[in-house]
């Protein structure tokens, strides 16, 4: 088998070539990152969950509109997703008080903010992704004002959604981070559409009843199994049996065989020049 040609290796995701035109692989690491990498380990099982949470939570959300990158599950580690320019942006949306929002604020961790807040922040490790406001987009040119008007209409239907979705089995969507990239079409469009990932790494969730902690603040603050609050998410969004896949840090490989594969069959139907949802404009 030839050796696959590397793009990127980020904390959590490895992108390689795409055996499609303008299409890359999505590969799902086991690592575990917290406070810009000062934390690090290795979490068998953790890649395996993410990817299947995202295929799910991403085709969820292009079937009300929301243009994604996302196309299909390979395998239970790896999707195929289109090849984008990133927008080196963060876009977070807060809709309870917690992490850097309660530091900065001084806010009380779980008070429930009276509208759903979008911050910006500079997608730039080695600066430890600062906040930025839309005077920084625009002066240095990260985005246009079209292209923000459309990511921040997209960022609150996706909240809109997905606090609907997790509400309706239990849990509470704290916060979550966005990132957009730009798909060229072949007569010159300019499409945004939602990239990266959808999953505990990027999305605050707390049980509604307990309050317990389910996503990576587990392995942030050391407040219980990552592993376990994961694949409880899973569960309840229907991804995996009940007791899981991975049991003492073992992954289930022949449970996981019986598991579908997941399969944006929008995407897999569309052309590129007729992203649903998606606004063009002639570069």
Not at 30 to 52: H, M, P, Q, Y
Not at 108 to 127: F, N, S, T
Not at 205 to 223: A, C, M, V
Not at 236 to 261: A, M, Q, R, S
């Amino acid at each position: 088998m030839a050796r696959r040609k590397m793009i990127y290796e980020g904390k959590a995701k490895i992108i390689y070539e795409g055996s499609e035109p303008g299409t890359v692989i999505q590969y799902f690491k086991d690592d575990a990152t917290a406070f810009n990498a000062e934390k690090k380990a290795v979490i068998n099982g953790k890649g395996v969950l993410n990817n299947r949470i995202s295929a799910h939570l991403m085709t969820k959300l292009e079937a009300i509109g929301i243009p994604t990158h996302f196309i299909k599950s390979i395998n239970m580690r790896e999707q195929l997703v289109r090849s984008v320019e990133i927008i080196p942006l963060e876009v977070v949306v807060r809709n309870v008080a917690a992490g850097s929002l309660v530091k900065r604020l001084g806010l009380e961790e779980g008070e429930i903010l009276q509208r759903p807040l979008v911050e910006y922040y500079y997608k730039k490790d080695e600066l430890g992704d600062p906040m930025i406001s839309e005077e920084h987009i625009m002066t240095f040119g990260w985005a246009d004002p079209y292209e923000m008007e459309e990511i921040v209409a997209m960022a609150w239907r996706v909240n809109d959604y997905l606090s609907g979705l997790f509400s309706g089995i239990g849990l509470t969507l704290v916060d979550f981070k966005l990132e957009f990239g730009r798909i060229y079409g072949e007569y010159g469009e300019v499409y945004i559409v939602l990239a990266d990932e959808l999953s505990p790494d990027n999305c605050r969730l707390w049980d509604s009843k307990t309050g317990e902690k389910l996503d990576k603040d587990r392995f942030r603050f050391d407040l219980g199994d990552l592993v376990e609050g994961y694949q409880y998410i899973a569960e309840k969004l229907g991804l995996i049996p009940e007791g899981g896949i991975v049991k003492g840090g073992d992954v289930n490989e022949k449970l996981l065989e019986n598991l579908d594969l997941i399969e944006n069959e929008l995407a897999a139907k569309r052309k590129l020049r007729d992203i649903k949802g998606g606004k063009p404009r002639k570069i």
